[in-house]
């Protein structure tokens, strides 16, 4: 068990070292950017090891349960959008490989040459997904291309990308650490994500079982 929670801290450590009413949703906190300060910045990292470690005790008590039925998923994917239009039905699927099985649902939309897709898997509690999230929430990188950077939404830790050229919008949570939301699109902004987050009924989500 401790090899695993070793193993978990050092992978989430690479990721953040190789970052270096609709309403739009307001994150409760926000990732940091690196010190450019070497002493800063391992201050820094040193921070989020921390919670990444506490993160870790507490994957400890996140015993693998049956993932929900994906049709449960799909009825909490978010409505069409403005005047977005969804592109066909949306899709959903239970699959089981290696031992590990997941339940996920999503649904494409497209306007007028801008594209949006929304996704939300059950992990059945995969802890180390939660554990790696965790921690790079606790950092951001802004660049003159765009930015990558932590955020906290009700409570929940996740990752927010926004790309300059061609718009491309991300943002990832993870809901009662167990539910992985996705939503992304191309030529859209950081706001529309956040709108399309804002849609998505997180407490509903938390309480499946």
């Not at 590990?100 to 649904?107: I, T």
Request: hydrophobic share 40%; aromatic share 6%; net charge neutral.
């Amino acid at each position: 068990m401790k090899r695993n929670r070793t193993l978990v801290i050092l992978g989430a450590c690479a990721l953040v070292l190789s970052v270096g009413c609709r309403k739009k949703e307001a994150p409760e906190a926000e990732g940091k950017e690196l010190s450019k300060n070497p002493i800063a910045a391992f201050g820094q990292i040193q921070e989020a090891v921390k919670k990444a470690e506490q993160a870790a005790k507490e994957s400890q008590d996140m015993k693998p349960v049956e993932p929900v039925h994906f049709s449960k998923l799909i009825e909490l994917l978010p409505k069409v959008p403005g005047a977005w239009t969804a592109d066909g039905e949306p899709r959903g699927e239970t699959t089981n490989a290696m031992g590990f099985k997941v339940s996920m649902a999503e649904q494409s939309f497209s306007q007028e040459g801008k594209s949006l897709r929304v996704k939300i898997t059950d992990g059945a509690f995969n802890a180390p997904l939660y554990t790696v999230i965790t921690m790079a929430a606790q950092f951001a990188q802004e660049s003159t291309e765009g930015y990558q950077k932590g955020v906290t939404l009700d409570g929940n830790p996740g990752v927010e990308k926004w790309r300059k050229d061609g718009g491309d919008a991300e943002l990832n949570v993870v809901v009662g650490k167990r539910f992985f939301v996705e939503i992304e699109g191309s030529g859209i902004t950081p706001e529309i994500v956040r709108e399309v987050w804002g849609s998505v009924d997180r407490s509903k989500l938390a309480g499946l079982k």
